[in-house]
């Protein structure tokens, strides 16, 4: 992975939990985990977890409504004038481990 690869990775992620905070409801909590970049640049898989779990379907779904708005708001508030495409994903693995600590705390 490049470091330019990784810069934005980054600050994609920091910029997504920043806009997460200010426009997502507060009836639940969104978490940027991590993110995926096609090799290009010009793709990014932005992965969240949700908590209450119960409430993952509604704030993917704002997530994904909200991404040209998120798009502009990186473009106001870093220097990536032509950001990647942007899609958000529930993070699967991030399920996977809390539910392994939660087996093995017992």
Same mark, same amino acid.
């Given at each position: 992975?490049?470091?330019?690869?990784?810069?934005?990775?980054?600050? $994609?992620?920091?910029?997504?939990?920043? #806009?997460?905070?200010?426009?997502?409801?507060?009836?639940? $909590?969104?978490?940027?985990?991590?993110?995926?970049?096609?090799?290009?640049?010009?793709?990014?898989?932005?992965?969240?977890?949700?908590?209450?779990?119960?409430?993952?379907?509604?704030? $993917?779904?704002?997530?994904?409504?909200?991404?040209?708005?998120?798009?502009?708001?990186?473009?106001?508030?870093?220097?990536?004038?032509?950001?990647?495409?942007?899609? #958000?994903?529930?993070?699967?693995?991030?399920?996977?481990?809390?539910?392994?600590?939660?087996?093995?705390?017992?």
């Amino acid at each position: 992975m490049s470091k330019k690869e990784e810069q934005m990775k980054e600050e $994609l992620m920091h910029l997504a939990g920043q #806009f997460l905070a200010r426009e997502a409801s507060h009836q639940s $909590l969104i978490t940027v985990t991590r993110s995926e970049m096609s090799s290009d640049l010009k793709y990014i898989t932005l992965f969240i977890s949700v908590f209450p779990t119960t409430a993952e379907k509604t704030a $993917l779904d704002f997530c994904k409504r909200e991404r040209s708005a998120f798009r502009t708001f990186v473009i106001e508030k870093s220097a990536l004038h032509f950001p990647p495409t942007i899609d #958000f994903e529930i993070d699967i693995g991030e399920k996977n481990r809390q539910r392994i600590d939660e087996l093995t705390r017992k």
